[in-house]
């Protein structure tokens, strides 16, 4: 036995090799940074109860979360930076890669500001929930479908909890049985909870908007696996 085919793996050994691979020209440089812009900006649009139009900026921790799910995607393998962003590339496609990469970034902290109560301690139960989850699917390490549903499942409970179930107690023009019901919750909470409903066109423009940040996480260059290596 030579040196050399002791050092050779045996034979049908598969070693993992990230395969990478650029994406198509359009996609990214003009579907996802649209895509993602236009999420970035429809997350922050409030309609009030009075009829007015008002523009969210992403918070602090917004921003924060926002950074958590990249790494998640990177994690997961649903999002691969290399593909974005290496040597191989030429300075524009990087330049390309990076607007994209942030625009992503900017895209989910808005989305976690969309789907989360603005004040209150209901702001800082969600929040923290959003937390305790990103944090537990980083040691988890899932793979990229598991991921994807997950988030569907987490952020589509969230608008149905804000949206739809939280709106419904704290409107203003509800029935006698549900402003008895608001009182006595707000009063059993010595009314830290905080919660400010948005119009019905609010609600309606997140679904958009939720259902575009899902479009665009199917978008985004993810690792394509591995090939075998003798």
Do not use: C
């Amino acid at each position: 036995m030579t040196e050399t085919s002791m050092l050779r793996p045996p034979q049908g050994l598969r070693r993992p090799v990230a395969v990478t691979g650029d994406l198509p020209v359009g996609r990214e440089a003009i579907v996802l940074p649209l895509l993602l812009l236009t999420i970035a900006a429809l997350g922050g649009v409030r309609v009030t109860t009075s009829g007015a139009l008002v523009f969210v900026p992403p918070a602090l921790m917004s921003l924060v979360l926002g950074t958590l799910l990249v790494a998640t995607l990177v994690r997961a393998g649903a999002l691969a930076p290399e593909r974005l962003m290496s040597s191989h590339r030429t300075p524009l496609e990087n330049a390309s890669g990076g607007i994209v990469g942030a625009s992503l970034l900017v895209a989910s902290a808005q989305i976690f500001t969309l789907v989360t109560p603005a004040a209150g301690f209901l702001g800082f139960v969600f929040t923290t929930f959003y937390v305790l989850l990103l944090w537990n699917t980083l040691a988890v390490e899932p793979d990229r479908r598991q991921l994807l549903r997950s988030l569907l499942v987490v952020l589509g409970g969230a608008f149905v909890l804000k949206f739809v179930v939280l709106s419904a107690v704290y409107d203003p023009s509800s029935g006698v049985l549900r402003r008895v019901v608001l009182g006595m919750i707000e009063g059993a909470s010595l009314g830290v909870l905080g919660f400010v409903p948005d119009a019905p066109a609010t609600g309606y423009l997140a679904f958009l908007t939720l259902g575009a940040f899902f479009l665009a996480l199917t978008l985004l260059p993810g690792r394509r696996g591995t090939r075998a290596v003798s």
